[in-house]
Nanobody, 123 residues
């Protein structure tokens, strides 16, 4: 069974920084892509950043130049460094992973989500 465990959320003042981590564990053959999404109450979950196992990244326009995604393939872990945080970055951040896994004895390409971690930026 594959799990994603997130850490690093919390409360920070505007202009501050946080680093989120997400570690994937279980019967994983390889990582295709991992990333971060965020959601505030009453709104749809939105893309923040994604990164492939090869290091190619994609960012939402709202975080470009402030957030940096990185990946450690050996640890099956993705990170999100968030600098110059703004109150509008306040949300629950969810880790997302597209993985090649052992599923019932067969290799499958599956998508997983973490449980979410709260990031609150005060003004």
């Amino acid at each position: 069974q594959v799990q994603l465990v997130e850490s690093g959320g919390g409360l920070v003042q505007a202009g501050g920084s946080l680093r989120l981590s997400c570690a994937a564990s279980g019967s994983i053959f390889s990582i295709n892509r991992m990333g971060w999404y965020r959601q505030v109450p009453g709104k749809q979950r939105e893309l923040v950043a994604t990164i492939t196992s090869g290091g190619s990244t994609n960012y939402a326009d709202s975080v470009k130049g402030r957030f940096t995604a990185s990946i450690d393939n050996a640890k099956n872990t993705v990170y999100l460094r968030m600098n110059s945080l703004k109150p509008e970055d306040t949300a629950v951040y969810y880790c997302n992973a597209d993985l090649s896994v052992n599923y019932g004895g067969s290799q499958r390409q599956l998508r997983y989500w973490g449980q979410g971690t709260q990031v609150t930026v005060s003004s």
